[in-house]
């Protein structure tokens, strides 16, 4: 039971993981504004999300076994964090710094309300599982 609803949540655990991986890139980015030579990154969230998934969906799929006690256990859950890319400035300035501060701010609110979101869908998807196990 316990294995199905991990199983079930498990998108919009990768998915808030990923939000805010990405939220502390794009707030360092941000920090990092005026550090001469400093590169903007970032990564796609999408592509990801779809790798985060599919490796999540093959670790669940396959078991060990184990012949001898004293072998290490299989644990799952342990994942790479996403392939971060440098972005392209618009317009780089004389100090080698790619950072604007106005796709930055962008980034990070439309960033945060995405998260706020899937936070609120998760909510309302866990009060639906918990009011159906409830007995009448």
């Known amino acids: 039971m316990i294995d199905r609803l991990s199983a079930a949540l498990n998108f919009d655990r990768e998915a808030l993981g990923l939000r805010n991986q990405r939220q502390q890139v794009l707030a360092n980015n ?38 001898s006690s004293r072998h290490l ?11 971060l890319l440098y972005r392209m400035p618009d317009q780089p300035s004389l ?11 962008t980034r990070f609110t439309d960033n945060a309300v995405r998260y706020q979101a ?11 599982l918990k009011s159906a196990m409830q007995p009448e």
């Open 30 to 67: 941000i920090a990092n504004a005026d550090t001469p030579n400093y590169k903007a990154r970032d990564f796609d969230f999408s592509r990801a999300l779809a790798q985060a998934t599919a490796r999540t969906a093959a670790q669940s799929s396959i078991a060990l076994a184990t012949t």
């Open 73 to 83: 256990s299989a644990k799952s859950g342990i994942t790479s964090g996403a392939d």
């Open 95 to 105: 100090d080698g710094n790619t950072v604007s501060m106005d796709q930055e701010r």
């Open 118 to 128: 899937a936070l609120t869908l998760l909510n309302s998807r866990i009060r639906g």
